[in-house]
């Protein structure tokens, strides 16, 4: 007799060789005929052109952070908003709490200027050789006194 783990594993090998046997029979019935136009990559209809490893800038992740957040925010506050009257003033402040710290992250985020879709270029430090790492306003300075030094 199999013990209740048993049970568990018997189902997940039934189901890996059913899955595998599905995918054996369907590689032997299924068509296969490659070309140029399958093989591409698929762009939603535009013709793709470049590498496909582009870097993202990184507000597109805060910004989908932070409407998930949001979002489980609402998730929480629409059930205790249709049994107010039930729980009473406990939760009642247990939730204003919630708010308040949902609402101190939010300004925290546009303290940070994460929320500013047009930020500028950063500087990034460059390297020059005899001076060292230097950052981009001071650069030209540099070079400025530089070439007020006789030679």
């Known amino acids: 007799m199999l013990s209740e783990f048993g049970y568990v594993l018997l189902f997940f090998v039934t189901g890996a060789i059913f899955v595998?046997?599905?995918?054996?029979?369907?590689?032997l019935i299924r068509p296969n005929r490659p070309n140029e136009i399958k093989l591409m990559t698929y762009e939603c209809g535009e013709i793709p052109f470049g590498n496909a490893r582009v870097q993202f800038n990184n507000r597109f992740y805060i910004i989908g952070l932070m409407f998930l957040i949001f979002e489980v925010e609402i998730l929480l506050l629409f059930p205790w908003a249709v049994v107010y009257k039930d729980i009473g003033w406990f939760a009642f402040a247990a939730m204003f709490v919630f708010v308040f710290l949902i609402f101190i992250g939010f300004i925290y985020e546009l303290g940070k200027g994460q929320l500013?879709?047009?930020?500028?270029?950063?500087?990034?430090?460059?390297?020059?050789?005899?001076?060292?790492?230097?950052?981009p306003d001071s650069q030209k300075k540099k070079r400025k006194r530089q070439s007020e030094i006789p030679v």
């Open 20 to 27: 595998g046997v599905a995918l054996f029979v369907a590689s």
């Open 116 to 135: 500013k879709w047009d930020i500028p270029k950063p500087k990034i430090p460059e390297y020059i050789e005899g001076v060292g790492v230097v950052e």
